[in-house]
């Protein structure tokens, strides 16, 4: 079983930075996929960015291309979110998530273990 612990999020004003942390434990995960998800107020969960957590593939939601950048530290067990140019829209809550297998597209349905969210608020 994959537990993942979410951290870093909070108020920043529009063009700001924030980054998020994913810790993760309870097994190997060479074999994952990791994705961030987020969902906004009255609105579906959706993929935000993955990455595999052995190899260089990283994948991103059109949304974010550009401004945001997703990582891992295989040493600290860690996936991290790195976002960069932040809009208002990109106020949500924001969640982190795990899929066994290397996949190149992610949705909700197919992640299996989820974090618990953390709040981003971008103020205009």
């Known amino acids: 079983q994959v537990q993942l612990v979410v951290s870093g999020g909070g108020l920043v004003q529009a063009g700001g930075s924030l980054r998020l942390s994913c810790a993760t434990s309870g097994r190997t995960l060479s074999s994952y996929t990791m994705g961030w998800f987020r969902q906004a107020p009255g609105k579906e969960r959706e993929f935000v960015a993955g990455i595999w957590w052995s190899g260089d593939i990283t994948f991103y939601a059109d949304s974010v291309k550009g401004r945001f950048t997703i990582s891992r530290d295989n040493a600290k067990n860690t996936v991290y979110l790195q976002m960069n140019s932040l809009k208002p829209e990109d106020t949500a809550v924001y969640y982190c998530?795990?899929?066994?297998?290397?996949?190149?597209?992610?949705?909700?349905?197919?992640?299996?273990?989820w974090g618990q969210g953390t709040q981003v608020t971008v103020s205009s």
């Open positions: 998530a795990a899929r066994r297998g290397l996949e190149v597209s992610l949705t909700t349905s197919l992640m299996e273990a």
